[in-house]
Structure formats: C-alpha cells, structure tokens
C-alpha cells in the first residue's frame, strides 16, 4: 500500500482501536501484548486486523499500546508506522524473570540499549491491569485503581507492603537500588516528569530493530503539515469573522 494510504489506514484503525478498548476495557492487556512483542494472535486485535488487513500485526500490536495509554489517561505517545511481520517467535528467556533482582533487569534491559531511567519509567507500565494466578503464578493489581494511568505505581512502591497489591521480585528491586531508586522518587512526587519518561521510554521500546521505511516517513510528514495548514485556515478564518463582528 502506498505510504499515504497506510498512513490513513493507520488513524482508522487508531479508531477502531480506542472504541474497542474503552467499550473491553482491556488496555492492560493491550499494553502487555505490545510490550512482549508476541505474536499470539489475541482475539480483539484480530478484530480490527480484519477491518485493516493491510495493516502488519507488528504495527497493530503497537499501536494498540499508545492507544491504552491514551485510553488509560496517559501521555501521547509519538507512533511511526511501517513494522513488518516476522515468522520467526522471539527467544523464549528474553523476558524478564518476576523473581530475580537489580542484575538480572539490567541484564535483560541494557541488551536492549535500555538504560537504569527506561527500567523504572517502563516498570510504570504495572499502574494499569493485575496479574492472573492462572497465567503467572502471581495475583492482584500494583495500584488501586488499575484502569487509570497515573503515578500510583511509584507512590505505592515508596509506600511498602500494603493490603491487597502486589509486588513482585523486579518491583521490590526498584526501591532496593539506589540508582533505581532515585527514579521512583522522583516520578511519585512528579507525575509530569513520569509521563515524560514514558513516553520517551515506550517510544524506544516500541522501535527497537525497526528503522520506519522514508516513504512512510515522508508520507506522514506531508499529512502533518496537511493537518497544520486546515488548522491554520478555521483559525484564520474564524479570526476573520470576529474582525468582521467587531468593525460592524
Ligand atoms: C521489569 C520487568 C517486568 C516483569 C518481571 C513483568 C512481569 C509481569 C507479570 C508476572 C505480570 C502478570 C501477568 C499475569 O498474570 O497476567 C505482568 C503483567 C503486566 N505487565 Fe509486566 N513485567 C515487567 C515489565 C513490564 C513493562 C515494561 C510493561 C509495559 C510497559 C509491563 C506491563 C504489564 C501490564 C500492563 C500487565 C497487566 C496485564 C493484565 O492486566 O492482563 N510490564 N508483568
């Protein structure tokens, strides 16, 4: 499909993605999804795959999380198309181990060119859904109200144990290290800053190994300064009209 048209597709499909996931109210497990990367086709993204065919899992996986973000109350986060599907599953092991510590993180993330600021601002990621006893062992939400996106998640974990929320191996290690540490007090007490971060963060995570194709580029370039100059027109013209009103 040429770049423009996927790009339109794209905003259709960012649609049809936010009146799904408000109407399920499942963006956590959209958020899950499109950090793991998986392939696994889950029933409601196959929904709006069938609407957008055209459209590569890869992408529709991302996009589905900015979208719970956005959802959720969170920051909007920058998305660039052009992902391609891949056959080939992702290593089983490149997951993070819920009982293991700081070292173990590290490990994980710095291969991914992540630094200890991405580990705890993307760990923010557990302000929204809860863990299931029958997919994981583990069970509870991390904060009390695990469909907003807020910075509870940092404010409970300065807080300690507390009735009802969970906290695994990898969250406890957050406060433990003073590196990490350092960052989760700064986001419970700064909200903006949090949501900065993440949206930065996510934005790495999301475009790790995918360079967007310079067509796509260019055709969003084009349908942005389309979006700026329609704009640019209503508030022209609607500075014209009030002139006019007012010299009458
Ligand atoms: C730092 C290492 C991480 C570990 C060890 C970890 C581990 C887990 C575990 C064990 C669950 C429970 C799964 C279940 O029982 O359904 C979970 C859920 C979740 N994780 Fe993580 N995770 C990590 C990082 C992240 C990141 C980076 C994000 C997103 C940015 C994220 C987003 C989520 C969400 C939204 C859920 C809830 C899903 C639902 O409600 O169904 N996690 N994670």
Redesign the pocket.
């Given at each position: 499909m040429a770049g423009i048209e996927y790009v339109k597709e794209i905003e259709k499909a960012r649609r049809d993605l936010k009146a799904l996931i408000s109407s399920k109210h499942c963006a956590?497990?959209m958020?899950?999804l499109a950090?793991m990367g998986s392939h696994m086709a889950l029933s409601s993204v196959k929904e709006v795959k069938a609407k957008h065919p055209k459209i590569s899992y890869a992408d529709l996986y991302q996009l589905a999380g900015v979208v719970a973000f956005e959802v959720t109350g969170g920051p909007c986060i920058d998305f660039v198309p052009g992902r391609k599907d891949s056959m080939i599953s992702p290593k089983e092991g490149r997951l993070?181990?819920?009982n293991k510590g700081a070292s173990h993180?590290r490990d994980v993330f710095y291969r991914m060119g992540l630094s200890d600021r991405d580990i705890v601002a993307?760990?923010g990621?557990?302000t929204?859904?809860?863990?299931?006893p029958e997919?994981?062992g583990?069970e509870g939400p991390w904060t009390k109200d695990p469909l907003k996106f807020d910075n509870s998640y940092f404010v409970e974990l300065l807080r300690g144990d507390s009735e009802g929320l969970l906290k695994?191996r990898?969250d406890k290690v957050l406060v433990e290290d003073p590196e990490f540490r350092k960052y989760v007090v700064l986001y419970a007490k700064d909200e903006e800053a949090f949501f900065k971060d993440y949206a930065t963060s996510?934005k790495k995570l999301s475009e790790l190994g995918f360079t967007s194709p310079s067509f796509l580029r260019s055709a969003l370039k084009k349908m942005m300064i389309s979006v700026a100059v329609a704009a640019t027109v209503v508030i022209l013209s609607y500075l014209y009209q009030i002139t006019r009103r007012e010299s009458h």
């Open positions: 956590p497990i958020l899950r950090y993070p181990d819920a993180l993307l760990s990621g557990h929204l859904g809860r863990a299931h997919r994981s583990f695994l990898t996510h």
